[in-house]
């Protein structure tokens, strides 16, 4: 039945073509006969850059699958959304394609709203404390949701791409600042809701079309992390980067429940613990990343303010009360000892 199913899902968009490798050794009888020799194709879709750290950190994750799997699992990266928008290539996961995608928190919380919350402004102040919220139960309880409700499996939720940061022809010292600046953030009301309350006209677009809205003045800027803004080039169309990191970028990486169920339980479980090893790992060579590309945008003629976050985080903590979220984040601040 399992080769049936595959053998249906191959004409799906996204799918690819079963294939057969070299036959593998059972180890103590634990990989069912049917399963030998298969190959199971998996798709990992970003719309970040080939260049950009998380797109780089993906083929890692792809790399070690391959090698691990002993060619059992054929994972391939498809950078700069070649493969559809996000939302595209998410539901094509959804309906059962050999797909993933990477997403973030806000995303995640069109189907489980309190996901959200690991997106709104100030919630988290480093990727210590968003890791922490990922390993509590108030976590696993959003994603056996998003698996039994929604058809979608959380392979790893453990990715960075770091704080955020907004970037602009003018120096952005406090709230006020902002005022009247057409800031581009990703289109989930958490984020425009956050963008809006610290003072700024939030726009949503894709993240390909920023520079070229920056450089016509359909935009006066946008707000985004190093390791995607120095690939960019953001850095040739501002003068400024205002470092208010009021968004903690977790990145998660996640497929069709349907598919994954179709794998074998070895390979189930390898795609899980090495999709989580990897985006741990690699969270620390974000930091380093970040910190290096702020060095390079800033020889290339940008400017570093850093202002005072106090009145950012206070614009910004109503926020929590308008959407719903101020208990669930007492309740996450308790699960991972955290203070207000």
């Avoid at 199971?40 to 391959?66: C, P, V, W």
């Avoid at 989930?188 to 450089?215: D, F, H, K, L, R």
Wanted: net charge negative; hydrophobic share 35%; glycine share 8%.
């Amino acid at each position: 039945m399992a080769m049936m199913a595959v053998t249906a899902c191959s004409g799906m968009p996204g799918m690819g073509n079963t294939q057969t490798a070299a036959p593998a050794k059972a180890e103590g009888g634990a990989a069912p006969a049917a399963d030998t020799g298969k190959v199971y194709e998996l798709k990992i879709s970003t719309s970040q850059t080939e260049q950009a750290l998380i797109t780089r950190n993906y083929q890692k994750l792809a790399d070690e699958l391959n090698e691990k799997s002993g060619g059992r699992l054929k994972v391939t990266v498809f950078p700069a959304g070649q493969l559809g928008s996000d939302e595209d290539v998410l539901e094509q996961a959804i309906q059962g394609a050999n797909v993933a995608v990477n997403t973030d928190a806000s995303r995640m919380g069109q189907y489980v709203k309190d996901f959200s919350i690991l997106m709104m402004g100030y919630f988290a102040d480093n990727y210590d404390e968003c890791y922490k919220v990922t390993q509590t139960d108030t976590f696993k309880g959003w994603t056996d949701t998003l698996s039994k409700d929604h058809g979608i499996k959380i392979l790893s939720f453990t990715f960075y791409d770091g704080p955020r940061h907004f970037m602009t022809n003018k120096p952005i010292n406090s709230p006020a600042d902002l005022a009247g600046q057409r800031i581009r953030t990703i289109g989930q009301e958490v984020c425009t809701e956050t963008i809006q309350a610290m003072g700024a006209t939030p726009i949503s677009m894709s993240w390909g079309e920023v520079y070229n809205g920056i450089q016509s003045k359909a935009l006066e800027g946008c707000e985004a992390q190093n390791t995607s803004t120095y690939p960019s080039r953001i850095y040739e169309v501002t003068k400024y980067q205002s470092k208010t990191g009021h968004f903690q970028l977790m990145q998660g990486l996640v497929c069709g429940q349907s598919w994954f169920d179709s794998l074998p339980e070895d390979l189930q479980t390898l795609l899980v613990e090495t999709s989580v090893e990897v985006g741990k790992n690699t969270a620390a060579d974000v930091m380093k990343e970040a910190d290096e590309a702020e060095k390079k945008m800033v020889e290339a003629g940008m400017t570093v303010v850093e202002p005072d976050l106090a009145p950012f985080k206070e614009a910004v903590d109503p926020v929590y009360e308008k959407l719903g979220y101020a208990e669930l984040r007492a309740q996450l601040y308790k699960e991972i000892g955290k203070e207000n």
